[in-house]
């Protein structure tokens, strides 16, 4: 059975500092996902991640993945309050979820 | 702009009164997902189309049913709610994932948040 684990569950940072969030799964995957929930919200998409050694980014964000390790990682540089949310992987299998990481930005 | 709708965006049933939750898309897209997401967890994949192909996740209970009569529309049928149906439900779609090297995203519509008293 897949399986999907994402850690740290519960991310609380300061302004300005950098952090990883990181993405494991237990079975090959043509494909990775990572999403934002903002709180009472639906889900946007963030990166399609397709083969090993991809690496996308999006303003703070850079996603990264590598299959063979099974490991994507959400890499935030600078953290700015407007990125406090959850933020979840998924795996493009059976679109297994990720537990979410909760993500607090302080001043 | 093309978006996914889904409605209503808040729906109150009773316990085991059957409730119809809708979704559409102007995007044109052959996949469309149903997701199940309860207060604090992560969404869970109920069942998906691929094209008029329903696919069913192994663990959907049987009180979970879905219909697309067309491109646009995919319906999410609770035959008889019990309370722990309560949830947030996402309808997504997407452009064939199977298509090799292309980036496929999936769109979401903002929700169908149930409750059953």
């Known amino acids: 059975e897949l399986k999907v684990e994402q850690n740290p569950l519960f991310l609380s940072m300061q302004e300005g500092k950098n952090y990883t969030i990181y993405c494991n799964y237990s079975t090959t995957s043509d494909r990775l996902y990572w999403y934002r929930q903002d709180p009472g919200k639906s889900l946007e998409s963030l990166f399609v991640l397709l083969s090993n050694g991809a690496v996308k980014q999006e303003g703070r964000l850079m996603a990264s993945l590598d299959t063979k390790a099974r490991l994507s990682t959400l890499h935030i540089t600078a953290a700015v309050h407007d990125l406090s949310a959850t933020y979840f992987c998924a795996v493009s299998n059976d679109m297994r979820f990720g537990a979410g990481t909760r993500l607090t930005v302080k001043p | 702009d093309a978006m996914v709708i889904q409605n209503p965006r808040y729906q109150v049933t009773q316990f085991g009164k059957p409730v119809t939750l809708s979704c559409s898309q102007t995007l044109n897209h052959n996949v469309m997902y149903w997701y199940q997401q309860k207060s604090s967890q992560a969404p869970k994949l109920l069942f998906h189309y691929y094209d008029k192909d329903f696919n069913n996740e192994a663990d959907t209970p049987d009180n979970f049913q879905s219909r697309r009569p067309n491109t646009s529309f995919c319906f999410l049928d609770i035959r008889s709610p019990g309370l722990g149906d309560a949830a947030m439900y996402l309808c997504?779609?997407?452009?064939?994932?199977?298509?090799?090297?292309?980036?496929?995203?999936?769109?979401f519509g903002d929700g169908t948040r149930l409750s059953i008293l």
């Open positions: 997504a779609t997407s452009r064939d994932p199977s298509v090799l090297r292309v980036n496929q995203p999936q769109h």
